[in-house]
């Protein structure tokens, strides 16, 4: 374990990420983590992921982390919920990992489009600014609207904003309105 304190969700990713790099299961970290990598450095208490696992298989991974001394938690989503599971890996001090099993809307080759970074003297997938945008404005909250704006004032020229539409409208009407009012800003 690479954490020894409270505050330490980021290194945490990192175990979490090793886990499931070594079951083969595709990620892309998200939320604020994510955020930081695209333009928008916040504070956040926990680190967030998306995973390409079905919901079935997810308590076999839970057991995966729990062997590897985290706790693991499976919360299953409902039917109107936009995310069909969640896995809540804690360690001893308090830091968390969500893992999102699905998110209503996601485009499945977000995992091929994430990007390699460098964190911590290890390698962390993060996910596509593109996806990153279109996830946050289907989130839709005064946060996530913010660090879609700021994703997309990072460097504009280099966006596919065709792309960025395109996932955007996967996610629904209001995203794909909310993603066009920030783009006539």
């Not at 595709?26 to 604020?32: F, L």
């Not at 099993?101 to 499945?108: E, I, N």
């Amino acid at each position: 374990m690479r954490t020894h304190a409270p505050g330490q969700s980021a290194l945490l990713m990192l175990d979490v990420a090793a886990v499931l790099s070594a079951e083969n299961i595709a990620y892309a970290v998200i939320g604020a983590m994510a955020a930081a990598v695209h333009g928008s450095v916040r504070a956040s208490l926990d680190a967030d992921a998306i995973v390409h696992l079905r919901v079935s298989e997810a308590k076999a991974i839970a057991s995966k982390f729990v062997a590897a001394g985290f706790e693991a938690e499976l919360r299953i989503g409902d039917a109107d919920d936009p995310i069909a599971a969640l896995l809540a890996i804690n360690d001893e001090f308090g830091n968390r990992v969500d893992l999102l099993m699905g998110l209503r809307g996601m485009d499945a080759a977000a995992f091929a489009r994430a990007q390699d970074v460098d964190f911590a003297g290890a390698t962390l997938r993060i996910v596509s600014r593109e996806d990153f945008i279109a996830m946050k404005v289907f989130a839709g909250g005064p946060q996530d609207i913010a660090d879609a704006e700021m994703a997309l004032a990072l460097d504009h020229e280099s966006l596919d904003a065709k792309l960025l539409r395109r996932l955007a409208d996967r996610f629904g009407k209001d995203a794909a309105l909310a993603l066009d009012a920030l783009l006539r800003r």
